[in-house]
């Protein structure tokens, strides 16, 4: 005969509190003192106690779940991303149910108020793209919205400081003599929502050229597809323009893992005549030598989710904004000048 299931009455009687008390420790409301909520969690552990989910929906109202509408999820970076996220609604016991937008019909589907996606408690927004269309329309939904790796003064944002980090690759590119260019990752929804990640970097970078005192050119900036081979047609490219040494700040790991090969296919000295820097500081970019400035993907989305989950639970203030900072990583592709 199989074991009858202990119940939230029993886990209430053991810890000498009421059951409206142990449906907010089991929901992590900030309201329960920390001596009671260890005293329930006790009781659980002790009795085997488990919530059924079911239970809990009907109990509070709830569905457990977050939405994450995303560009795509078959990228390194969004794969961290969501490790990230993961993380924290693991500890929530929250599960996540994603959205990517892939094209132009289904961004107008998640911007209308009948969207699967607003059916969760809560959303999570992972397109700076996305955000850009927010001051002309906001999400159709009276639930909590928080954005990451984007930002918008109409919502949380937790984002990295993508121009920020274009004039940081160009200050440490402009120590090198030559031409310098500049690889801008776009997609096809690019077009849709105009501003993104990839564009901002660009822009950072022309900005921090301008305050060296150094012009880029517009045929010195090649738009590609977020793909390395979007970066082997840009070392092609630059080639056709100028004579080496090239200094090129790929504005993505994977475009400057297409101008790793493809300056090898050509008989090119990474560091010496093909000085690169990428950006997004994956782990891959070590065993290749590859500078790159390394962004926070993991604890950027862990930051966001936090933010959503007070939001959940209540709390009814302005948006907030925590932003992030690229670090700058020095490898073989950038030796410094004085280097034998």
Known sequence: MAKRKPTIHEVAHLAQVGIGTVSRVLNNHPSVRPETRNRVLS?????????????RRVAGGRSYTVSVILPVISTEFYSRLLEGIEQVLADERYEIALFPIFSPQRLRRYLENRSLAYQT?????ASQGLAHLLPHQKFPTERPVVLVDAHSPHYDSAYLDNRLGGRMA???LAQFPGSFFAIEMQEELDRVMGNTVGKER???????????????????IFPTRFSAEGGRLALQHFMRLAPPPYNIFAGADLLA??????????????????????????????????STLAQPIEDMGAAAARLLM???????EGPRTL???????????TQPPDNP
């Open 43 to 55: 009781a659980m552990a002790h009795l085997g106690y488990s919530p059924n989910p079911h239970a």
């Open 121 to 125: 408690d809560g959303l999570l927004v």
């Open 170 to 172: 160009a200050q440490h």
């Open 202 to 220: 660009v822009v950072g970078f022309r900005e921090g050229l301008q305050a060296l005192g150094y012009d880029l050119p517009p045929t010195h």
């Open 257 to 290: 893992l297409g101008v790793l090969e493809e300056a090898e296919r050509q008989g090119l000295r990474v560091g010496w005549e093909v000085r690169l820097l990428g950006f997004d500081g994956h782990p891959w970019t070590e065993a290749r030598g590859l």
């Open 310 to 316: 007070e939001r959940i639970r209540g709390y009814c």
């Open 323 to 333: 932003r992030f900072e690229p670090t700058l990583v020095v490898r073989a592709s």
